[in-house]
Structures are given as structure tokens and as C-alpha cells.
């Protein structure tokens, strides 16, 4: 992206079409700018000087200094639980999801008859809301009602408790998670490899590989760039996921804290405790922790890929 | 023909038939919730438990019961309203400042584009409680005004995506709008305005599809139920009647179908819009 | 090395009207460059595909030695092709783009290293072979796509139009490069391409196509003196042969006020003949069809001037197409004059005035 560029017409600066362009600009871009300072910029800087105090909405805040952080790294056991809950989701969503997705990019790019429709089937769950979804896996995973149980009923195993036991309950949250963000990475992971020009399979079709060779000396690395794309963003989606962990386990995080995630913290500590300073806190613990995943995922990808 | 040629073509059939068989598998596993969500909502309670794809007698009567439950005309068109209201402002707004951004100098533009380009970054759990401290600060919880507001004039992504667009079309367009004495906000609109719209298309329908689908931010806001939209009204419901699948699962098919059809209809510019974007939904 | 058959090979897409290939029987021996030459959309990259294997065969057979190879997979072909594009791995090295046939293949690692820098040297890639694709220039790419065929030592080399990604200048020397690169390895190549210069410098034999069929394969000179019918006749040669469709009268033409016998074999036949005159027999003298030149083309070597006759005879076709003689630098004559052109007997080509276009002797 170039930073500078020629405006449209010649002329100096003090011409009067570049002032007028400038004064438009000006004006054009100040009602987006308006919204973006004061629900992005204006939130980003009160937040953090909310980390430092403490509140509860009504009685006036008070300056606390490092307190909130100080109790939310050391002596906050819940903290631990999000942490690990939350980790545990990232990973869980994040790697099969990554797999999952290059098998079904793979497989739909491809120009066999009709994969127009299994395109738009395999994209339709990007149309449905967390909320939606959720509601309808918490059918499929209900005890007594729910699918799952019903088939493992065939083959003669008892009912899985998928959203009331501890065990199970964030192995539930975390296909459901998968499959919400299954069609999303494949949406990117496919138009990444349909950039790839043909005759470069062909040259090695000349060259011997088959198939599976092909996908993984042409095809993956060639979408690097895209891949990690997809697991960035999956990091950050499940870092920060609320909507599918309150329908699926409630608000507290599930049977016993089992589905206890930062988001979920977060939420609580907010408006349900009303700990703003406490909460804001933890938003930028979260940031922080985020900022230092990006940046080495970033390194890292730099580091193994000279060329794109 | 040879017996070679004969067994290359017996092999990509079989091969065909593979990736056929790997497309219907993957395609069911994208469905079957919403299928089976669609045939459990016209299923009637004892039901529930058959695992019959299609109920012999289909109880549309779960439908009109959804309606009896909850007000879902009322929370129907509340999320019109709020969808719409943003959706246009989002076009608009954003369409006006990337272009801005992307043809008209002022001092500072560039700069300016950057800070934008980096609070894309910040998480979303980082602004929503000062958010939510501003629209209390204003009066404005529990009215729709917090729930169209803060969309209402454009975001930094809704921009970023309207200047890359408007960087791509040619410069003579406007230039020669400019000799013909047009002002700025004529070449805007009358000029630019109507060969963007493969990108105004993406936004539009990235924008609807994100605020219809937004839960965490009308739970934080509205308790009023004739405020409310409809993903709020569907986990009262499932608060009020947990146990009442069939009615919970129509509900949920009401409240996809509008979608579904925006999706059909408008498939390619969502799609592109996702592959542009990082920000498909959660 | 070995021999390359095509058996009424023939090739139908989808929907088309025509098929790409028409039974096309060819065949090409060992360590023989043939050249396959034509408009675009004529069959000639889809010949070479079919022999590669990218491409399926709907009827007949493909030899390669006295194999029928006709439904085999590309790697058991035993031939390389180098691409229009080049088809470089972007990701890998020059040396890894050479080798990976190679590593696919499990050679040895010192053996790939081996004949890697083989190639490399008859190539003068030496310096190239730790840079990427994009860091070279297109030249040096070309090599590369080359190099990657040559490592293979394969029995037949297949070339895929691989000059015209080039500029002009790079082009004329990278063809010389090619053919006498081949020369010296004495593999069997299949060369494809649309420009007939191209064709006549390079090949041993040439085989031109139209519209999917096979219209005459001859060594170049041959196909120039004696072609086969008017496509190839005005299809090879550059400036094109001047082409006229004339009607007969009393056993002769007339060019202009310029009467051209016609032999009687053919002037019984036909009411009309397509007369065909290569710009290089055409003189200038004192008596021949009069034009009014319009155009004068100067190369410093030649020069050819382009006219249109002045006596109009109404019943001659060529009034809107420009006459093409060359002409010696020294003595071209201007802009706005008239010469008289006389052809030279012997070298007037006739042919039917008919969709074959077949010569006529």
C-alpha cells in the first residue's frame, strides 16, 4: 500500500482546486472520523485509564493504581481458570479448524460439476448467527433430545452429557466453534489457492508429483500468506468468544467453570460485579497477550516464508 | 481404444466418485444442525426424540406459537430498523470518507489512515465496556438509539475497504468530471458513486449480516423486550421456555430465513466480502 | 530419444463445433525438431498437450518410441515440456525449480546436485542458482523453464511457444540458442509456435495446422517453395505472397492490363484460379502490371513497396488489398510513383479458387 500518492489533478498547493479538494476532504471524512474517535479511539483510552482505578458505576471512582493488575495476575484464581479454558478453546478451535479447512479448500477447488453448490452449502454457515447456531447445537447436543445421544443410542452408548459435565462441556463448545469457523477460513484458504496459476500444476504433473504431492509443494506454500491469515484471526475470534459459550453453557462458564473464558470473565466482572476498573483490567491483559501472539505468528511466518 | 485408456478412465471415475462422496460428507456436516433444527421445529414434544429426518405430520402450528411467545414482529422490525439504519449510514459515511481518503489531498490524510488501519486491531472486548459507559453517559441504554448510533457514521474497516476500492478506479473518471466544473462532492456522487458498486454491495451486506447476527452488545444495552432484536428475543425465549425445542428450534428458523435469503441471493459479493475481510463473522 | 507417432489423433471440446484436433497423423523421428506452426486456435497446443498427457485423447493414438502412450499418466511419458509462461515455482530456488523433478523422481541428492549444475552451465545459469524466480529477468527465467526440462533427460522434449513472452531482440537470439542447444543434446522436440519465422529458422520439418487439421509437414524450405495449398502458401513468408482471384479468359489473366498465362490443365477446369506471387518475384521493369505505390518500407537491408494497380479492371478482386514486391535499397522507388511490376515465370503459384485452396500444377 503506498503511502503517498499523486492527487488527480496538477497545480501547487495553493491553487484553488487543491484547497477546495482539501477542504472537502476534509469534510467528507469527518463524520466517519467523528464515530471512529469516539467509539474507538475515545473507548481504547478510556479503557486503559479505567484499568487504573476503581469503580462500580455509581460511587466515584477511585485512583487504585496497579491493584487491579496485581490482583488479576497473582491472586485471582479465576483468572488462571479463564486462562487456561480460554487456551484450551483457542487451540482446540484453531488447529482443527486449520486442518479442516485446507481439506475442504483442497477438495473445492476443483472445476467438477456442480461444486457451485457445494460451494454455497459449505459457505451457509457464515450466514448464521452465533446466537442462532448455538441454539440449534445446544439441541444437537441436549441429553436427553439432542441428536448426538440419539445416534450413540444405536450403537448401544449411553447418553454423553455434552453441555452438563465439566469433561465434555468444552470439547461441545469447541466443535461448535470449529464449525462456525471452518467455512470462514476455507472462504480465504480457497480464494488464496485459486490465485495459484494452473500451469504451475501442470509443470508438475510434468515433473511427477502426484496429487497429494502437488497440494503440499505447490499448493501450501504457496498460500502461506493466507493461512496464516486464518489463524490469526482464529486467534483472536477465540480468544475473545462470548456469544457461543453464554447460549451454549450460560453465563457463568458452563458446569463448573469448565467453560470459564476470558470473554466470559470479562462480561461478568463488568456487569454482573460491576467491576469496571477490575474488567478493564482484564481487557487489556488480554491486548497484551493478543499483541505478543500476533506479533510472533507474525515473526514466525516471516521467518519461513523469503517468497510470496 | 486401449485397455490403458480403459483403466485411466475407470480410475477417474473412481476418482470422481471419491471427491463426490468427500463433497456430500462435508456438505452434511455443514447442514445437518440447520437440518435437523428445521425438522425438530416441526416436530411436536414427544417427537422430539425420533431420529426422523421428516416428521409425518409436520406441526407448523410450533411456528404460530412462536409468535404467541415472544413479540416477534416487534423484535422483527426493531432489527430492520436498527440493520438498516447502520447499513446505510455505513455505505454512505464510509463510501464518502474513502474516497476522501483515497483521491482528495488534505495534510495529514495519510497519517490519519494509518491510526485508522491500526485500531482495527484493537479487540473488540477492549472498547465494548467504555462503550457502554458512553451510551450510559448519554442516556441512551435501553433505547434503540445505542443500538443504531455507534454504526451510524461509518467504521475504520467500512473505510479501509471503500478507499481500496476507490484507489482501483481510474483516474480519468474524475478528472475529467473536474473539467467539467464539477466540485468535489459532484464527482462523489455523480461520477464515482455509481461504479462502486460491487464494494458498496460487500459492505452492505457484511454490515446487515453483522448487526442482524450482534448479540453481546443489545444484551448489554436493551432489557426492554419492545426494543429488542431478534438474537436477544431468542435467548429470552430460550430462557422463559428451555424446554420447548420445537418452538425454539421454529424461532430459530425464523430468524435465519431472512438471512438465508440474503445469502442466496447476494452469495458472491458475500463471499469476496469475506475473502477481503478479516472480519466474517465469530 | 526415440520416435513421436500421432495415429488420427483427435481431440473435441465440449460444446464446440469443430474438433480442436482432427486426426491428425504425424509422425516424428528420432532426435528430430519439428515445429508446429499456425493461427491461434488451430490445434497446435493442443497436439503438444495431448503428447504431454495434460490433455485427453477422445480418438486415436499417441506413440512415443514404439509405446502407446496414449493413456498415460505425464511421469510416465519420460518427456518434459517447457511452458509459455515458464511455470516457475515461485517459492523455490533456481536450483530446486531444476531439481524437483528429480527429488519427485528419488534420485540421489549428490546426483540432482550432479546434473543440476550440468544444466546450469550449458545454460549459464552458474550464478542464478540461489535466486528465486522473480529476481531474474525474463531471459534468465526462460533458461530456467529449460534448464528444468534438460535435467530430466528425457525422450522428448516438448516446447510450448516458449519465445514469446520474450522482447523481439531477446527472442532472435534465444532461438538460436534453443536450436542449436538441441543440436548438440540430439533430443527429439516438438516446438510449438505461431510465428512462422520462428518455424522456417528452427525446425528440421515443419507441420502446419489450421482449424485442427493437419495442412502440410515438410522441411521449411519446401513447405516455402512448395506448398500445398493457399494457406500455406500465404501463411509462410514475410511479407505474405501476394494472393489474387482472378477470373480466366482466353487461357490468361489479367493482372491490372498485365496478362499471366494459365496453364491449360487448369484453365479448363475452373472459371477462375487464385494466383499466388511471393513479393520477391516481382520486378520492377519497364513492362508488367503498372501500380501506384503507396507505401515504401525501408528495413536498411531491403525494402518492399506496397501499391495498388492503376488500371482498375473492374473484374479483379485485389482492388482493396496493397501489392507487395521487394526491391533493392539502392534503387526503391518513391511514394506517388508508378512502377511496373513484372513477375517472374516460374515462380507464379496457382491455386483453386475453392475452400481447399488446393494448388494446382
Known sequence: ?308 | ?282 | MATVGFEQASRRYHGADRPALDRLDLTIGDGEFLVLVGPSGCGKSTSLRMLAGLETVDDGVIRIGARDVTGADPKDRDVAMVFQNFALYPHMTVAQNMGFALKVARVRKADIRDRVLDAARLLHLEACLDRRPKDLSGGERQRVAMGRAIVRRPQVFLMDEPLSNLDAKLRVQTRTQIASLQRQLGTTTVYVTHDQVEAMTMGDRVAVLRDGVLQQCAAPRELYRDPINVFVAGFMGSPAMNLFTLPILNQSVSLGDWMIPIPREIADTAPDVVVGIRPEHLEVDGLGAEIEVEVVEDLGSDAFIYGRLVAGAANTTTADKPIVARVDWRSAPNRGTRVHLRPSPGHIYFFANHPTGIRLR
Not at chain 1, 501442470?202 to 491469515?229: C, H, N, Q, W
Not at chain 1, 460491576?274 to 499483541?291: E, K, P
Not at chain 2, 470422481?16 to 456438505?27: H, W
Request: proline share 6%; net charge positive.
Open chain 1, 1 to 308: 500500500m503506498t503511502v503517498t500518492e499523486r492527487a488527480p489533478a496538477p497545480t501547487s498547493d495553493r491553487s484553488v482546486l487543491a484547497r477546495r479538494q482539501a477542504a472537502a476532504g476534509r469534510t467528507f471524512v469527518a463524520p466517519n472520523l467523528f464515530a471512529v474517535a469516539v467509539f474507538m479511539v475515545f473507548p481504547l483510552g478510556f479503557s486503559l485509564y479505567m484499568a487504573f482505578q476503581k469503580w462500580d458505576l455509581f460511587t466515584p471512582a477511585k485512583f487504585v493504581g496497579w491493584a487491579n493488575f496485581h490482583q488479576l495476575l497473582t491472586g485471582d484464581p479465576l483468572f488462571a481458570i479463564a486462562l487456561r479454558n480460554t487456551v484450551v478453546l483457542t487451540v482446540g478451535t484453531t488447529v482443527p479448524t486449520v486442518v479442516i479447512s485446507l481439506i475442504v479448500a483442497a477438495v473445492l477447488n476443483r472445476k467438477l460439476k456442480g461444486i457451485g453448490v457445494f460451494r454455497t452449502i459449505l459457505f451457509l454457515p457464515l450466514a448464521v448467527s452465533s446466537v442462532v447456531m448455538a441454539m440449534v447445537w445446544r439441541f444437537v447436543f441436549d441429553t436427553s433430545n439432542g441428536l448426538f445421544n440419539i445416534m450413540l443410542g444405536w450403537i448401544g452408548i449411553g447418553p454423553v452429557p455434552w453441555l452438563v459435565d465439566p469433561k465434555w462441556a468444552m470439547f461441545s463448545v469447541c466443535l461448535v466453534s470449529i464449525w462456525k469457523s471452518v467455512p470462514f477460513a476455507t472462504a480465504i484458504l480457497l480464494a488464496a489457492m485459486q490465485g495459484i496459476p494452473d500451469d504451475l500444476y501442470e509443470a508438475a504433473k510434468m515433473d511427477g508429483a502426484g496429487e497429494v504431492r502437488r497440494f503440499f509443494a505447490i499448493t501450501v506454500p504457496l498460500i502461506r500468506s493466507a493461512l496464516s491469515f486464518v489463524v490469526v484471526i482464529s486467534i483472536i475470534n477465540s480468544f475473545q468468544a462470548f456469544d457461543q459459550v453464554y447460549v451454549l453453557t450460560g453465563a457463568h462458564g458452563g458446569p463448573a467453570t469448565s467453560t470459564y473464558v476470558f470473554g466470559i470473565m470479562l462480561i461478568q466482572n463488568a456487569f454482573d460485579f460491576t467491576d469496571i476498573g477490575y474488567a478493564s483490567a482484564l481487557a487489556w491483559v488480554m491486548f497484551a497477550i493478543l499483541l505478543v501472539i500476533t506479533f510472533l505468528q507474525l515473526r514466525f511466518s516471516r521467518r519461513n516464508s523469503l517468497e510470496q
Open chain 2, 1 to 282: 481404444m486401449s485397455s490403458l485408456t480403459a483403466r485411466v478412465i475407470k480410475l477417474s471415475v473412481l476418482r470422481a466418485l471419491a471427491l463426490y462422496t468427500a463433497l456430500i460428507a462435508m456438505a452434511w456436516c455443514a447442514l445437518f444442525p440447520i437440518l435437523w433444527a428445521l425438522s425438530g421445529s416441526l416436530k411436536n414434544q414427544a417427537e422430539i426424540t425420533e431420529p426422523v429426518l421428516i416428521p409425518p405430520h409436520p406441526q407448523w402450528a410450533n411456528y404460530a406459537e412462536v409468535f404467541q411467545l415472544m413479540p416477534f414482529w416487534r423484535m422483527f422490525l426493531n432489527t430492520v430498523l436498527y440493520a438498516g439504519c447502520v447499513t446505510a449510514g455505513q455505505v454512505f459515511f464510509c463510501s464518502l470518507a474513502g474516497y476522501a481518503f483515497a483521491r482528495l489531498r488534505f495534510r495529514g490524510r495519510d497519517v490519519l489512515f494509518l491510526a485508522y488501519l491500526a485500531t482495527l486491531m484493537v479487540p473488540l472486548t477492549v472498547t465494548v465496556i467504555p462503550q457502554f459507559i458512553l451510551m450510559r453517559t448519554f442516556g441512551w441504554t435501553d433505547t434503540p438509539w445505542s443500538m443504531i448510533v455507534p454504526g451510524l457514521f461509518g467504521s475504520a474497516f467500512g473505510t479501509y475497504l471503500m478507499r481500496q476500492f476507490f484507489r482501483t478506479l481510474p483516474k480519468e473518471l474524475e478528472e475529467a468530471a473536474i473539467l467539467d466544473g464539477c466540485s468535489p462532492w459532484q464527482v462523489y456522487w455523480r461520477v464515482l458513486l455509481p461504479h462502486t458498486r460491487p464494494a458498496v454491495m460487500v459492505l452492505a451486506v457484511l454490515t446487515w449480516m453483522t448487526v442482524w447476527n450482534d448479540f453481546l452488545w443489545p444484551l448489554l444495552m436493551i432489557q426492554r423486550n419492545s426494543i429488542s432484536p431478534l438474537t436477544l428475543g431468542l435467548v429470552h425465549l430460550q430462557g422463559q421456555y428451555a424446554s420447548k425445542w420445537p418452538v425454539l428450534m421454529a424461532a430459530s428458523m425464523l430468524i435465519l430465513l431472512p438471512l438465508v435469503i440474503i445469502y442466496a441471493v447476494a452469495q458472491r459479493a458475500f463471499i469476496r466480502g469475506i475473502a477481503l475481510s478479516g472480519f466474517g463473522g465469530r
